[in-house]
């Protein structure tokens, strides 16, 4: 059988003949009925057989609640890992290759979009899709403690990034674009050290920036530029039957890489001699009832010794990133 032959089917006529119809030339309402049953990889494959095959949809969404972990940092080969939480016999591991993550350092993921560092350009990303937004000129050029985050789905036109850093023991600098702005702005703020430690996780909810660490402290800046005082300092407390407590719209989740067990999960065994040291960007995803904060991590897996500095340094150094699966197709010619 020739190649033409096995892309060919046979279609019924309105006369009750057969007429041989090539599969490329599949009718477009179809392939979308078929696309919108596939897994996000499925559909990624189907849309690579042929150009017919190329569906508009400009969104494919699978799930807003779903949560998959991208490990990175070794070059630009990547695995991808999606969580069975709900349907065990749904988790799959896949390696892809990214030559877009090559030597790039994830700031924010949010939506399916990552927002990334490499060699002193930032972009947004969205590897499903592999669409990819740069950035005006990045506004530093060593990466110390940075955590960024940005407000919208980087095509919308309000959508503003944030990237913080600790500029000194008692002060945050903070650079902020806007969507159409060419020039970054910048603002600092003055804290004592007991008032927010390193910054673990930054959000953006009720219309502000929120920066939170590792323990109960919570930073929050207000970028729309009319109030008068955009940063405000918190301390998180459980509030009990106080009604004095302003309540949180959202919930923080810490160390969710050892409540999964994604290392074991990612088919990590390290011996004594192979210490894996991965640093994780958080993400931000709508559950049900609440909006669920995953803070930045850092792990070690090692299954037989307990790594002591000495190994931690010698360890493989690697990188993850909790990521919602969204495949985001780009306008052509977009630029901020």
């Not at 990624?44 to 799930?63: D, G, Q």
Request: with cysteine; aromatic share 10%.
């Amino acid at each position: 059988m020739s190649n033409n032959e096995e892309c060919k089917e046979m279609k019924r006529t309105k006369s009750d003949e057969w007429e041989v119809v090539e599969w490329c030339n599949l009718p477009g309402d179809l392939l979308s009925r078929i696309a919108s049953y596939l897994e996000l990889i499925d559909f990624l494959s189907f849309r690579s057989v042929c150009k017919e095959w190329l569906i508009p949809p400009s969104e494919y969404n699978p799930s807003g609640r779903e949560l998959w972990f991208l490990l990175y940092g070794e070059g630009s080969q990547c695995s991808f890992l999606k969580l069975g939480l709900q349907s065990p016999n749904s988790e799959r591991l896949y390696t892809v290759n990214f030559p877009e993550l090559d030597g790039a350092t994830c700031l924010a993921s949010y939506l399916g979009w990552l927002l990334l560092v490499q060699e002193g350009a930032m972009f947004f990303f969205c590897p499903f899709s592999r669409a990819k937004i740069d950035l005006p000129d990045c506004p530093f050029t060593d990466l110390s403690e940075h955590v960024a985050a940005f407000s919208a789905d980087p095509t919308c036109q309000d959508c503003v990034v944030v990237v913080v850093s600790r500029k000194s023991e008692v002060e945050l600098e903070l650079h902020l674009l806007r969507r159409g702005s060419k020039e970054w702005h910048k603002h600092c703020h003055r804290c004592v050290r007991s008032t927010l430690n390193t910054v673990s996780g930054a959000a953006f909810s009720e219309e502000k920036f929120q920066f939170l660490d590792a323990d109960d402290g919570l930073v929050t800046f207000n970028a729309d530029g009319k109030s008068s005082k955009s940063w405000a300092n918190y301390r998180i407390v459980n509030h009990g039957s106080s009604k004095d407590v302003e309540t949180l719209e959202y919930h923080v989740r810490k160390n969710m890489f050892g409540v999964l067990n994604i290392g074991q999960r990612l088919g990590f065994r390290g011996g004594e001699d192979d210490v894996v040291s991965i640093s994780i960007c958080g993400t931000m995803i709508l559950g049900i009832q609440w909006l669920h904060i995953l803070r930045n991590d850092s792990v070690i897996l090692s299954e037989t010794i307990v790594p002591d500095q000495q190994h931690v340094a010698l360890a493989r150094q690697i990188k993850g990133v909790w990521i919602q699966p969204r495949y985001v197709q780009v306008p052509p010619g977009l630029t901020w």
